[in-house]
């Protein structure tokens, strides 16, 4: 039986006694000191300061491509209402979302997580199949981390927005089912857009979760950019605002992890030319639905619907 009392997270009271800039230097320190105890050898060189040591690797040219890419899409979107995603996107920051269309796209935020989780670990299982033993260690870290960021969410839908638990998982558990029954597929560059992220991460190599990891470079500054208006616009207490703050700091390590992996496994044009497809395609699909909704939000008829392609919402 799963308990949804709120946990006593180490980091969390960092965000009331500091700023919030120190408060993420002082977590992101207690990361690292995490990372030097991990039974993961590589974790402790990946997490150090100044870290680049993925620039001497075959795939390097793919993953500075794909920052770049990043980076260009971010200065092209900025100011856009509905940008990066539904919960921290302009309007949040701006306190100009209801607080019932909030608690709809934490709903869905929540659903998509779940879905996550459950391709996520057949990825994992897949990596075990392959041998790949660096793979499959830094991909069982960060799956373990993704694990208690949904837990926080949970606490934050419940707790703070008032959402029913069994309403919430039933709600996540159907659109997971519904993902999971999606038809076995290869994944090319060429068919990827015809697929949800669940079938990607399901049937592609594992290689192709790198590419998520790397993805996550959003997460730190859009969190920090709409933290502050949860709690000056909305009054949300800090110790309710598990998730957010950790998403203010947590994927600058994850970010590492899919640069290590992407440049070091990616060895050959083709596995480059799939992940870059992977990698673009996810910000475009998400950009696309995240407009959408923003037309339902104008609309006023915004409402928990769930597509195939809101798999790809981060």
Not at 255 to 268: E, F, N, P, V
Request: hydrophobic letters at 40%.
């Amino acid at each position: 039986m799963q308990s949804s009392e709120l946990l006593p997270w180490k980091f969390n009271p960092l965000f009331e006694k500091y700023s919030m800039q120190d408060a993420i230097k002082k977590a992101s320190e207690m990361e690292e000191e995490r990372a030097v105890w991990s039974q993961v050898p590589l974790l402790p060189r990946i997490y150090s300061k100044g870290w680049k040591e993925w620039q001497d690797m075959p795939g390097a040219g793919l993953v500075g491509d794909l920052i770049q890419w990043w980076e260009d899409d971010r200065k092209d979107s900025m100011g856009l209402p509905w940008y990066p995603n539904p919960t921290n996107c302009e309007l949040v920051a701006k306190g100009e979302m209801s607080l019932e269309d909030y608690q709809v796209c934490c709903m869905r935020r929540f659903c998509n997580v779940e879905a996550g989780e459950t391709a996520g670990a057949i990825g994992l299982g897949n990596a075990y199949l392959q041998h790949e033993r660096d793979l499959r260690e830094l991909i069982l870290w960060w799956r373990f981390d993704e694990q208690t960021h949904q837990e926080m969410d949970k606490i934050m839908n419940i707790k703070l927005l008032g959402i029913p638990e069994e309403k919430l998982l039933r709600t996540a558990i159907n659109y997971t089912e519904r993902m999971a029954k999606s038809p076995m597929s290869p994944v090319t560059k060429e068919n990827i857009k015809t697929l949800n992220r669940f079938q990607v991460v399901r049937d592609g190599p594992p290689l192709l979760m790198g590419c998520i990891m790397l993805a996550e470079i959003e997460n730190p500054w859009s969190s920090q950019r709409t933290r502050p208006a949860l709690v000056k616009y909305y009054n949300f207490p800090n110790e309710a605002l598990l998730f957010v703050n950790v998403h203010t700091f947590i994927d600058y390590y994850h970010i590492r992890l899919g640069q290590y992996i992407l440049a070091k496994y990616a060895t050959t044009n083709e596995l480059r030319e799939l992940c870059k497809a992977f990698f673009i395609n996810t910000f475009k699909l998400q950009h696309e639905r995240a407009a959408e909704l923003f037309k339902e939000l104008s609309g006023k008829k915004f409402e928990l619907t769930l597509k195939k392609e809101d798999t790809y919402l981060q």
